[in-house]
């Protein structure tokens, strides 16, 4: 019996990490359109969202039908069985889930469990066939087969419910989006006045009857009595509350000059918040409480194996510990770095402005974009002009366009799209709760942010085919989940069937290993993004703009000469592992520029209308590092691919005419770096009469390596190596002193 106990502890602990992991996943749902709109400060959001999940915890029933018997039958499974089934269903919903959020890409805590639970009762249902197990079924006693022991119609359902969800969210959320944006246009400074507090009504009275049918279905105190009242009575319901809530919002209007449509992305964040937290609580903790259960009646029973088939009865979870589990999914959301790395994905699939994406381009994505574009060009001959300049003049976004290009921090969309994301998500999971289907509150979320994006035009030429990758990416992943839940619960069920309290000691102890790898991957990745972006600023003025010219030039060239010496160095002494770490840093510094490049419209556009000429500049220089920084990854890499293939060493002849290129560039560099700090255009001479020399040592070495192919002192690998090696090194020359040309012009521009 003490093993079992051991087995519930370990049960426990999975399932607070369930908590942590699935909020963390799960937290964009209620979250992104009011972080992504900016309708208040992140604090209030959050305690907003936290105040929804402490009510959604105290209002929920907590059992998980589908935990107990919905997918497989538990009065067919002994009680040793059964504990073995749950342990493998929480070890793989932690893991698989931990997974996902490490990488930023949201999924179905629903699906995870399901197809766990059915992969774990699978493995176990193959024990009891392979033993010949017989088992009473309408009172007749006969040979057990795999069909007996699993409700597979369930896991059909669920299959179903993600092409459901993903199909209809996406259309509806097109064709309220596309209705509001007529509506309101993205001048939503007037357009507000006339239409907003009816819009507000109308999206609330959909919120409130989203909370009555999804976050009040399971409460504790709800009677069936009850909730069939509520339903038979939801329209009378919703026209009352629209006709409350229109009034109250068209008040606050005038009396506080406050925009509904801040109430309605906040009352749509607590409504969800609470439906996500009186819902899917039992998606991390039901599993636990069905093997507490369990054990209890194990118990009861003085230790002696038994068929569970008290599973099949009603359970009520005890409050302390729906209290417990509110508490930790709260601490989580403030805290969980993962679930900002899970949210930035959906907000930067469906932001308004372009940019660097996270995502590339596919061959589908691309042939899709450019169905589209054709299909566009076919209606635009067919719809008549007058008609399509009135649309397109509702869905101009110069206006917003122009007032975000002055806020240094803009919101990543309006309020208008983030009201339609809470209204039609939170009508589609009421109406699918109601009608008894299985919807993924996340694949509903997901696919009406991606399809008001759409809408607003945000999937523009130049982002479409990486936001459409993206989003077949994140869509991808779901369907991964089941396949991975299904399978990893199969295999640790038939193993822990066979291993008992030791396979759960090993799974244990990998299971944390797991996690530490996911963390420091998930650090690394989040080190990655920083340093990716931390080369990005806004530039306020011609000053400042000039002094991150001299900064990004001289931080460029100190980095080029330190590689382009210690690679030549590592060469030399056939240093790999120095080698292999240059080419990584070179890596790093060409990725830093090309982003702080695609970056360039937001700076310039940031920037007063008389500053053409010192944006040129600007831009030029940009040019030019991210060209030294192209030169000394592809100088450093062919050194490295040399060294790592054990080709034979460089001449001591050519060590010594690189070695001295090397000396005599780092010395340049620091003449340039002098140059920059004095702000001092006499340098300029100097500095091309030092070039000059420079690339005649670099011409030098170049014959001296064609006599020694003329003599055969060489080899193809050798020649192929220092020639890319001295032609790197004189386009490295040739960049650098161009870009002081070009900062030398930019003295002369801030001087007159």
């Known amino acids: 019996m003490t093993i079992y106990i051991f087995f519930l502890v370990v049960l426990f602990l999975l399932a607070i990490s369930d908590l942590m992991v699935g909020v963390a996943n799960d937290a964009i749902n209620f979250l992104n359109s009011a972080i992504g709109s900016k309708v208040a400060k992140r604090r209030i959001i959050l305690i907003i969202a936290s105040a929804g999940i402490i009510a959604g915890a105290l209002l929920s029933n907590g059992m998980m039908e589908v935990a107990r018997k919905g997918l497989f039958h538990p009065q067919y499974f002994l009680f040793t069985e059964i504990i073995i089934i749950f342990m493998a269903v929480m070890f793989t919903d932690v893991l698989l889930l931990d997974f996902f959020n490490t990488f930023g890409l949201p999924t179905s805590t629903t699906v995870s469990l399901v197809f766990g639970l059915l992969g774990a009762a699978i493995g176990m249902a193959f024990f009891k066939v392979g033993d010949g197990t017989t088992i009473m079924i309408d009172g007749v006693e006969k040979i057990a087969e795999i069909s007996d022991f699993i409700n597979s119609s369930k896991a059909l359902t669920i299959i179903s419910s993600i092409l459901l969800s993903v199909v209809f969210s996406f259309v509806f959320g097109i064709v309220i989006q596309w209705i509001s944006r007529l509506l309101f246009s993205f001048n939503t400074e007037k357009t507000i006045k006339y239409y907003g507090a009816i819009w507000g009504g109308l999206a609330i009275s959909a919120i409130t009857y989203f909370i009555l049918i999804k976050g009040l279905k399971d409460a504790s105190f709800m009677t069936r009595e ?214 993924s509150t996340t694949y509903v979320t997901f696919m009406v942010a991606m399809s008001t994006s759409l809408v607003d035009g945000a999937w523009g030429r130049d982002s479409a085919v990486y936001r459409i990758t993206g989003v077949f990416t994140v869509i991808g992943g779901w369907f991964i989940t089941g396949l991975a839940a299904f399978s990893v619960s199969f295999f640790l069920s038939w193993f822990l069937g066979w291993t008992q309290s030791v396979g759960v000691i090993v799974i244990l102890g990998l299971a944390i290993f797991a996690f530490y790898r996911s963390h420091i991957t998930h650090k690394n990745r989040i080190s990655e993004d920083l340093s990716k972006v931390e080369e990005v600023e806004m530039i306020p003025n011609v000053i400042s703009m000039f002094e991150a010219n001299n900064k990004g030039i001289t931080k460029t060239l100190n980095t080029v000469s330190s590689i382009f010496s210690e690679t030549i160095q590592g060469l030399i002494s056939e240093n790999r592992k120095d080698l292999k770490k240059l080419v990584q840093y070179t890596s790093e510094l060409d990725l830093k520029l090309r982003n702080k490049k695609n970056k360039i419209y937001q700076t310039i556009n940031s920037l007063p209308s008389d500053t053409v000429e010192a944006s040129h500049y600007y831009v030029l220089t940009l040019d030019y590092l991210k060209e030294l920084a192209h030169c000394i990854k592809s100088l450093a890499e062919p050194v490295y691919n040399h060294v790592n293939n054990n080709h034979k060493p460089i001449l001591p002849s050519q060590a010594d005419e690189l070695t001295q290129i090397a000396k005599e560039f780092s010395g340049f560099v620091q003449k340039m770096i002098d140059s920059l700090d004095l ?72 001087k007159n």
């Open 679 to 750: 702000n001092d255009n006499e340098y300029l001479e100097e500095l091309n009469s030092e070039q000059i020399r420079i690339i005649g040592l670099v011409r030098e070495s170049r014959k001296n390596l064609i006599k020694s192919i003329k003599k055969n002192d060489v080899g193809t690998k050798n020649s192929m190596l220092l020639l890319n090696i001295l032609s790197e090194a004189r386009n490295i020359m040739i960049y650098s002193i161009n870009m002081m040309k070009i900062q030398n012009d930019f003295t002369n521009l801030l």
């Open 226 to 439: 009850n909730y069939q009242l509520i339903q038979d009575n939801s329209l009378t319901i919703v026209v009352l509350s629209f006709v409350l809530w229109t009034v109250l919002l068209q008040l606050m209007s005038w009396i506080f000059k406050t925009n509904p449509l801040k109430i309605v992305v906040l009352a749509g964040t607590f409504a969800l918040a609470m439906a996500f937290a009186g819902n899917d609580l039992v998606n991390f903790i039901g599993v636990p409480l069905a093997g507490f259960e369990s054990y209890k009646a194990y118990v009861a029973n003085n230790g002696n194996d038994l068929l569970m088939g008290v599973l099949l009865g009603e359970i009520k979870t005890p409050l302390y510990f729906l209290i417990g589990a509110g508490i930790v999914m709260v601490i989580t959301l403030w805290l969980s770095k993962k679930a900002q790395t899970v949210a930035s994905t959906e907000l930067k699939l469906s932001r308004q402005d372009e940019g660097s994406e996270r995502f590339g381009s596919s061959a589908f994505s691309r042939v899709l974009v450019r169905r589209f574009v054709n299909t566009g060009t076919f209606f635009s001959h067919i719809i008549p002009q007058s008609v399509i300049q009135k649309i397109n003049k509702r869905f101009d976004t110069s206006e917003m366009d122009e007032r975000t290009a002055r806020d240094t921090d803009p919101p990543m969309f309006d309020m208008v799209r983030a009201s339609v994301n809470m209204m039609v998500a939170s009508i589609l999971i009421a109406l699918g709760t109601s009608y008894k289907l299985p919807l």
